[in-house]
């Protein structure tokens, strides 16, 4: 037992501080349900086993935020009653708390596991999503090319009009023509229509 003097109680009603203190506070929470500063070993053993990550694998991302913090909340109370038992030095209660904070930080640990495994998961799908994107995009594009070969193929073959086509082959086909095909008068033109080029001088009369 520690040698510092107990603190005596207040009998005298009038005497004692008339402070009104929240039943709902948050400060309640780093001391234990009957709100003393030590839990007796026979309650502080009574807790279940650890979380295993099998069982965390099916919690939605809310459950595991609440638990998560319910941890917290367990681990801040045995932190509190460890520096009480130092302090104090009743003789008892330490191989509880700890087994006890051995469980929860086991659960801790197990929600860390689970976490890990969905961000690699969403790393992954993420990384499929991209690549089908692209195999999506680079199909469209060779439909495109596809589809531009196969009308120019059927413009080619004459099935398809195709206006700038049908000008190419008109210049192909007078290009062929000969100068004399291009220049000569019909035959029953009379002579002297036949020199209407205004650049070309009359002959002279004979």
Same mark, same amino acid.
């Given at each position: 037992?520690?040698?510092?003097?107990?603190?005596?109680?207040?009998?005298?009603?009038? =005497?004692?501080t008339?402070? $009104?203190?929240?039943?709902?506070?948050g400060?309640?929470a780093?001391?234990? $349900?009957?709100?003393?500063? *030590?839990?007796?070993?026979?309650?502080?053993?009574?807790?279940?086993?650890?979380?295993?990550v099998?069982?965390?694998?099916? &919690?939605?991302?809310e459950?595991?935020? @609440? *638990?998560?913090?319910? @941890?917290? $909340?367990?681990?801040? =109370?045995l932190?509190?009653?460890?520096?009480?038992?130092? +302090?104090?030095?009743? #003789?008892? #209660?330490?191989?509880?708390g %700890?087994?006890?904070? &051995?469980?929860? +930080?086991?659960?801790?640990r197990?929600? &860390?596991h689970?976490l890990?495994?969905?961000?690699?998961?969403?790393?992954?799908?993420? $990384?499929?999503?991209?690549?089908?994107?692209? *195999?999506a =995009?680079?199909?469209?594009?060779?439909?495109?090319?596809d589809? &531009?070969?196969a009308?120019?193929?059927?413009?080619? +073959?004459g099935?398809?009009?195709?206006?700038?086509?049908?000008?190419v082959?008109?210049?192909?086909?007078?290009?062929?023509?000969?100068p004399?095909?291009?220049?000569?008068?019909?035959l %029953?033109?009379?002579?002297?229509?036949?020199?209407?080029?205004?650049?070309?001088?009359?002959?002279?009369?004979?």
């Amino acid at each position: 037992m520690s040698r510092e003097p107990l603190p005596q109680p207040v009998l005298d009603p009038a =005497r004692r501080t008339q402070v $009104k203190v929240d039943e709902n506070h948050g400060l309640w929470a780093f001391f234990n $349900k009957a709100k003393k500063f *030590l839990t007796t070993p026979e309650v502080e053993a009574a807790h279940g086993r650890p979380w295993s990550v099998e069982e965390l694998r099916h &919690k939605s991302f809310e459950d595991l935020h @609440c *638990l998560w913090w319910t @941890c917290v $909340k367990e681990r801040n =109370r045995l932190a509190t009653e460890k520096y009480e038992r130092e +302090r104090v030095k009743p #003789g008892y #209660g330490e191989y509880e708390g %700890d087994e006890r904070d &051995k469980a929860v +930080r086991r659960t801790q640990r197990a929600i &860390k596991h689970a976490l890990t495994e969905r961000w690699y998961a969403y790393e992954e799908a993420q $990384k499929i999503d991209e690549e089908a994107q692209k *195999l999506a =995009r680079e199909t469209r594009k060779v439909a495109r090319e596809d589809r &531009k070969l196969a009308s120019m193929r059927e413009s080619e +073959r004459g099935n398809v009009y195709n206006p700038d086509a049908s000008a190419v082959e008109r210049s192909e086909v007078d290009a062929n023509e000969t100068p004399s095909q291009l220049q000569r008068p019909p035959l %029953d033109m009379p002579p002297m229509q036949q020199q209407s080029d205004p650049l070309r001088a009359p002959s002279a009369a004979m």
